[in-house]
């Protein structure tokens, strides 16, 4: 029985490799040989085999033609959206991030001026894709949402959240609600629990399709369709951001890409 197969690995400038790989191997595996003899980020390529982008679990020997002959593959750009996992510190006041040269980012909460601080990331969003977030320590108020009016809820501290018609927030349920979507509150009309300290808040937004969805430890909690579209896109993009209240409430993105996060 054959273990092994060449494959041959086409470049993006026309260079190629020659990989002799195991049967039973795993795409990732591929993947990690490539990365290493041309020194490339893990998270910035894919390979496709004819038109169809390989996952990371194929296994290469379902990837040989009936034909028998070498299995080729083409190396392509992939965009990780990594300003994704990076906070933006902008102009506050009373917040610390740490990890900003790596792809995670952590933000700490340092003063209890100003009240609280809507912190975003840096990405604009334009296309469908997650944050998953750890919340690590959580002493009062927390939000994780999504807005196309970046400027204003920046600039928004305490109480004067719950002012706000131009956010779509999952919290944790104190002052403010569980659920609050374009200035209603409990738009779903349940009664849904918020997040604690220790949960995964994972934020996964569509601005084509107007929604937003909201997953706590891998399970939705919400959606806002049908009935709390997002806005039609505009010339300002959507942005996802993380409402910290207390000294030392402390959140960490731990994970995020394009396109869905289960």
Not at 14 to 20: I, K, M, R
Not at 21 to 30: G, I, P, S, T
Not at 40 to 63: W, Y
Request: hydrophobic fraction near 40%.
């Amino acid at each position: 029985m054959v273990e092994s197969v060449p494959v041959t690995v086409q470049g993006l400038g026309g260079n190629s490799l020659v990989l002799d790989m195991e049967m039973a191997a795993e795409v990732r595996v591929l993947r990690g040989h490539i990365a290493s003899e041309w020194a490339l980020d893990l998270d910035v390529f894919r390979l496709l085999a004819g038109t169809v982008v390989l996952g990371d679990s194929i296994q290469i020997g379902s990837l040989v033609p009936d034909d028998g002959t070498t299995i080729t593959v083409q190396l392509v750009r992939f965009d990780p959206l990594l300003k994704l996992g990076q906070f933006d510190p902008a102009s506050h006041q009373g917040i610390r991030i740490d990890g900003a040269h790596g792809k995670c980012s952590t933000l700490v909460k340092t003063s209890e001026r100003p009240d609280s601080n809507n912190v975003f990331l840096l990405h604009p969003i334009r296309e469908p894709c997650f944050v998953e977030f750890h919340v690590l320590r959580s002493g009062d108020e927390m939000s994780f949402g999504v807005t196309y009016e970046a400027d204003r809820v920046e600039t928004t501290s305490g109480f004067g959240n719950l002012s706000l018609t131009s956010t779509w927030i999952f919290s944790k349920k104190q002052s403010m609600p569980s659920l609050f979507f374009r200035g209603q509150r409990d738009p779903l009309g349940s009664h849904i629990p918020g997040c604690v300290e220790g949960d995964r808040v994972t934020v996964h937004a569509d601005p084509q399709e107007r929604w937003v969805k909201f997953y706590k430890n891998g399970q939705l909690v919400a959606s806002n369709l049908p009935d709390h579209p997002l806005p039609a896109e505009s010339e300002s993009p959507l942005r996802i951001y993380v409402m910290v209240d207390r000294v030392g409430d402390e959140v960490a993105v731990i994970r995020f890409g394009p396109g869905a996060p289960y």
